[in-house]
């Protein structure tokens, strides 16, 4: 990361602050991995477990869910006091641990805890997250720093979605998992050991808070900034189809276009391709490519945008996300309703990162109306509203409207079911717009 024209002198040299954000994208790249690779492996397991889409919306949202956005409260209140590296170390152990456990399920209820169990673990892993990166950043480089952060999402989930289809093709669906939680518990004391606890509020004004406070302290402090509640509920909107698409997507892609898939990537090297390769991999491919390219490009634009023109009014970390959403529906309706494959690829690529624009500039600004000694549980109240509106009910609900669309477009119905969801978008754009209104009084100065 570049050195900041901050006079405060930086605590930790450029090269040492660029190796800590690799490692914290590193382990949010497996906090992804783990979390989305399931939305690949969905049809293997629909099948062996004769599932419905309402069951595998369960898999996919309120399992993992619930628990995971509840619990980083209190988690959260405990990185505003303790050393936060030795959380997500613990929380890293654990996630993937029960990831592993996911490969040895039996059952659809085996398989339900132990996604409970992914979600009990990550909740200690994005929170603390957040507020390191804010002590090792200076202010006016935290938007890009945050969306450097979250290149973790789309490469994360491209790895998951493309090596769970590998993996599900030479081997099993089961194997996707065990081998992918194994190689995040050998990532945990390497994390721990490189990663060293910052002073907190370095990098903000003398008079900035840093003692703990209480949990009802922080509501108290953020729950009266209506930014906060604008930012919340319009980060969950857009959630709701992002995550959605995550756990829908591949289906789509095999239901609607399994007999042209394996076409489309005719041009394939023989070693990309295992025997007898299933429409699963190259869904895969298809997904995972535009995830990996179209998402990091969409998260450095709303990053590098909201930091250059936020310095003159803090309005821009929330409006450049506004934007894109505002643009986002007309390129889903085209990819979504083409039954051309070249034309869905090109198509969802722009949609893709325009959705992932809001991150670096929303998650500065939560960082932003917030004291140092409430960032991070301020994210966890943040994620607490995204996760369970967007992770929760997002896939569920796309899955309900598919089973029942089912009766009248048979395998098309995830098509319709996913363009229902577009709407979160335009409520999303709404929202993010009050919110610009707030957001330069609510603003920590």
């Known amino acids: 990361m570049p050195q900041s024209p901050n006079p405060i002198k930086p605590a930790h040299s450029s090269s040492y602050r660029t190796l800590v954000l690799s490692m914290l994208v590193l382990v949010y790249a497996f906090n992804f991995l783990d979390?989305?690779?399931?939305?690949?492996?969905?049809?293997?397991?629909?099948?062996?477990?004769?599932?419905?889409?309402?069951?595998?919306?369960?898999?996919?949202?309120?399992?993992?869910?619930?628990?995971?956005?509840?619990?980083?409260?209190?988690?959260?209140?405990?990185?505003?006091?303790?050393?936060?590296?030795?959380?997500?170390?613990?929380?890293?152990?654990?996630?993937?641990g029960m990831t592993a456990l996911c490969g040895v399920a039996g059952n659809f209820g085996q398989l339900f805890m132990a996604r409970i169990g992914v979600g009990i673990g990550e909740a200690g892993g994005v929170a603390p997250a957040y507020s390191l990166i804010s002590d090792f950043t200076p202010v006016d480089q935290r938007g890009r720093a945050l969306a450097a952060y979250s290149f973790g999402i789309p490469?994360?989930?491209?790895?998951?979605?493309?090596?769970?289809?590998?993996?599900?093709?030479?081997?099993?669906?089961?194997?996707?998992?065990?081998?992918?939680?194994?190689?995040?518990?050998?990532?945990?004391?390497?994390?721990?050991?490189?990663?060293?606890?910052?002073?907190?509020?370095?990098?903000?004004?003398?008079?900035?808070?840093v003692e703990p406070v209480s949990i009802k302290e922080v509501g108290r402090t953020i729950f009266k900034k209506p930014s906060f509640w604008f930012m919340?509920?319009?980060?969950?909107?857009?959630?709701?189809?992002?995550?959605?698409?995550?756990?829908?997507?591949?289906?789509?892609?095999?239901?609607?276009?399994?007999?042209?898939?394996?076409?489309?990537?005719?041009?394939?090297?023989?070693?990309?391709?295992?025997?007898?390769?299933?429409?699963?991999?190259?869904?895969?491919?298809?997904?995972g490519t535009i995830i990996l390219f179209s998402g990091i490009l969409g998260m450095w634009l709303g990053g590098s945008l909201s930091d250059k023109f936020g310095k003159k009014s803090k309005r821009a970390y929330v409006l450049v996300p506004t934007i894109a959403f505002a643009i986002i529906v007309p390129f889903y309706m085209l990819g979504m309703m083409s039954n051309n494959l070249l034309v869905v690829f090109f198509a969802l690529m722009i949609p893709t990162g325009l959705g992932l624009v809001w991150l670096g500039p929303v998650l500065a600004a939560i960082q932003g109306i917030a004291p140092p000694n409430m960032r991070a549980s301020a994210a966890?109240?943040?994620?607490?509203?995204?996760?369970?509106?967007?992770?929760?009910?997002?896939?569920?609900?796309?899955?309900?409207?598919?089973?029942?669309?089912?009766?009248?477009?048979?395998?098309?119905?995830?098509?319709?079911?996913?363009?229902?969801?577009?709407i979160f978008y335009v409520i999303a754009a709404t929202l993010l717009y009050m919110a610009s209104r707030h957001i330069s009084d609510d603003w920590e100065q």
């Open 155 to 209: 490469i994360g989930s491209a790895i998951g979605i493309i090596f769970g289809g590998v993996i599900s093709t030479i081997l099993d669906w089961r194997w996707a998992f065990i081998i992918v939680g194994l190689l995040g518990i050998c990532i945990a004391p390497i994390f721990r050991l490189v990663v060293r606890e910052p002073k907190r509020g370095y990098y903000d004004p003398p008079s900035a808070k």
């Open 35 to 96: 979390r989305q690779i399931i939305g690949i492996l969905a049809e293997p397991i629909k099948a062996e477990f004769g599932l419905s889409d309402k069951q595998m919306g369960l898999l996919l949202g309120p399992s993992f869910a619930i628990l995971y956005a509840v619990l980083g409260v209190p988690i959260a209140w405990l990185a505003d006091r303790k050393s936060r590296v030795w959380i997500m170390t613990i929380a890293l152990a654990l996630w993937s």
């Open 232 to 287: 919340s509920f319009g980060a969950a909107s857009s959630s709701m189809m992002g995550y959605g698409l995550f756990g829908w997507m591949a289906s789509f892609l095999v239901r609607s276009f399994g007999d042209e898939l394996p076409q489309f990537f005719s041009w394939l090297p023989s070693w990309m391709l295992p025997e007898n390769p299933t429409p699963v991999l190259y869904a895969a491919y298809f997904y």
């Open 380 to 422: 966890a109240l943040f994620l607490l509203i995204n996760n369970l509106i967007g992770i929760a009910l997002g896939p569920f609900l796309i899955g309900v409207i598919s089973d029942a669309l089912s009766a009248k477009y048979g395998d098309e119905s995830l098509r319709y079911s996913i363009l229902t969801g577009t």
